[in-house]
């Protein structure tokens, strides 16, 4: 069997401005980055602006679990799907982030014959949209320290800055340092640290803005620090977003590229799930739905994190509504959540299968709760049971909803057509969709509203930092902003050990960051760190390249 690169290798692809054919984007509208990669230029958007929207179907999960889901496989097997049964579809997933592709979860173009392609350019660099978003934010990093050397005439107190540095690596040796030592001509010495680039407010800004006038207007409002006496300093302030925005003029122009059966795939923006929102751009996703009649988007990790966000936050944003939910599980998945060890997920265990089934029911329940239908994808794997599968197919129509069969990694768009046709099915259900919560209501109100409906918290308890963070939002007068929670994918609860459907337990707040420019404020529960480490055995030691430029190891 060969891997997913072997696989991606051997495929033969058109070149892109044939797939951007299939869309009706014109050659003169692409800006290539070879063969394969293009930016797709505004004049498309304002060409079919007017255009009715095509159906919309979000992409999500169960409670991510070290055996594996398989949310982005299933979303290009979907369109691909589509694409056979001779509707005209497409597709748009995030952008891999380096941390990831060198740490624990490898690559992230998809897998088997349900990729993403040229996997290798897009996990590694792709057309340097990440790295352009690191650049405007450190850009506003350095430019707020150097108002510190230089007099500091707004009065920024150095112990109240918000703005840390930013890169698209995992790295624990960054979470906290100081900066400014060695003398006078190095700045002014104050404690600060780097966050993970796709966790960047300036990722968020790229991600949910429509246009470049939007994304100078966002990016004015990033608040950078604060006064002595309590008062906000933007990027505005120090006159920053100009030169922001030029960093990221290219960046905010959808990438199109393919899938393994020539499928038109948007891949753009990368904000994580567990301490983003989460959602491929606002721009890609606008524009897919104007050129198909049917557009798969994904959203990252459960749909309590992934889906929420992308409800709540970028539909709420972006005017957009969902017309169906594909909820992925996995057997093995739910056995992990029954209490099976990953050692032994292969053998058939139906009492395990039975318990950990309450995660997925917890998932449906979540989508239901925007008043979206939903379909139940279950990726295949080869050690399933006959049994096993029986169980969940019959426990999902004891919930009402429809379950099927998805084997898109080894057979492609052609493993994906009993998910096709439920997802045909559902998206012409009449569908009363709403939102979890109201901008009036009050941001402890908010935070309760999600981690009590969506996560099953008994309560919810603020530390005193938090506290103090929740008096200043008010203070401030950003009462209204929407909620981004930045908790554990690893569990509904806060605490990553916690598998299942835990129910009752109390979800701690241990701080509260305000992205006036994002429009969110960010509760960060738990021991969630807006830095990763490396594991021990990085997925990095695993790649490596041949003396004809090969890449291996991608997965």
């Given amino acids: ?43 498309v958007w304002e060409r079919v602006k007017d255009k009715a929207d095509g159906k919309l179907i979000l992409t999500t999960a169960i409670t991510p679990t070290p055996a594996g889901e398989g949310k982005t496989t299933t979303t290009i097997g979907l369109g691909q799907a589509l694409q056979k049964m001779g509707k005209k579809a497409a597709m748009a997933i995030r952008e891999p982030s380096l941390g990831p592709v060198f740490g624990v979860k490898g690559g992230a173009a998809g897998g088997g014959y349900s990729q993403v392609l040229p996997m290798e350019d897009i996990n590694l660099h792709f057309t340097g949209d990440i790295h352009a978003v690191t650049s405007a934010h450190n850009l506003l990093a350095a430019m707020a320290d150097n108002h510190l050397h230089h007099g500091n005439p707004l009065g920024l107190d150095p112990r109240q ?146 889906a929420e966000k992308f409800m709540d936050i970028k539909c709420r944003l972006a005017g957009l509504r969902p017309d169906a939910v594909v909820i992925v599980a996995t057997i093995r998945a739910l056995k992990m959540h029954g209490g099976v060890p990953k050692s032994a997920l292969a053998s058939e265990n139906l009492k395990a299968l039975e318990s950990g089934f309450a995660n997925l029911k917890k998932h449906v329940e979540n989508v239901r709760t925007f008043g979206v239908p939903a379909v139940v994808a279950l990726n295949r794997f080869p050690t399933d049971s006959d049994s096993e599968l029986k169980l969940v197919r019959d426990m999902c129509e004891s919930l009402g ?114 992205s006036a420019g994002a429009g969110f404020i960010v509760p960060i529960t738990g021991k969630i760190m807006t830095m990763p480490g490396l594991p021990k055995v990085p997925a990095a030691e695993g790649v490596d390249v041949d003396e004809f430029g090969r890449i291996t190891g991608l997965f």
């Fill in 1 to 43: 069997m060969m891997s997913d690169i072997e696989i991606a290798q051997v495929t033969r692809l058109e070149h892109i401005a044939k797939i951007a054919e299939k869309l009706g984007i014109r050659e003169e509208e692409l800006e290539y980055y070879g063969k394969y990669k293009a930016k797709v230029s505004p004049e």
């Fill in 161 to 306: 800055m918000a703005i840390r540095r930013a890169m698209d690596m995992n790295e624990r040796a960054l979470r906290s340092i100081v900066i400014g030592l060695g003398g006078k001509p190095n700045g002014v010495p104050r404690e600060s640290g780097f966050d993970i680039s796709v966790a960047s407010e300036v990722m968020a800004i790229l991600c949910l803005s429509s246009d470049l006038v939007e994304l100078k207007g966002r990016l004015s409002k990033i608040i950078v620090g604060y006064t002595y006496d309590g008062k906000p300093v933007t990027a505005g302030d120090l006159k920053a977003q100009g030169a922001m925005t030029a960093l990221l003029k290219e960046a905010i122009k959808p990438n199109l590229v393919q899938t393994v059966e020539g499928l038109p795939a948007f891949v753009h923006g990368g904000p994580f799930a567990n301490i983003a929102h989460g959602c491929n751009s606002v721009v890609a996703t606008k524009l897919g739905l104007k050129l198909a009649d049917y557009f798969v988007t994904e959203a990252g990790f459960g749909a309590e994190l992934g």
């Fill in 401 to 514: 909803v429809p379950m099927a069969l998805s084997e898109v990694w080894a057979k492609g768009g052609n493993g994906g057509i009993e998910l096709a046709n439920e997802v045909l099915e559902a998206a012409e259900k009449p569908s009363s969709f709403k939102f979890l919560y109201e901008l009036h209501e009050s941001p402890k109100d908010k935070i309760e509203k999600i981690a009590k409906t969506l996560y099953g918290a008994g309560e919810v308890r603020y530390t005193p930092e938090a506290e103090a963070d929740l008096k200043r939002v008010h203070e401030l007068g950003y009462d209204d902003l929407l909620v981004c929670m930045a908790k554990t994918q690893s569990s509904l609860s806060d605490d990553p050990a916690l598998f299942g459907y835990p129910e009752g337990f109390t979800m701690t707040v241990r701080e509260v960051r305000i």
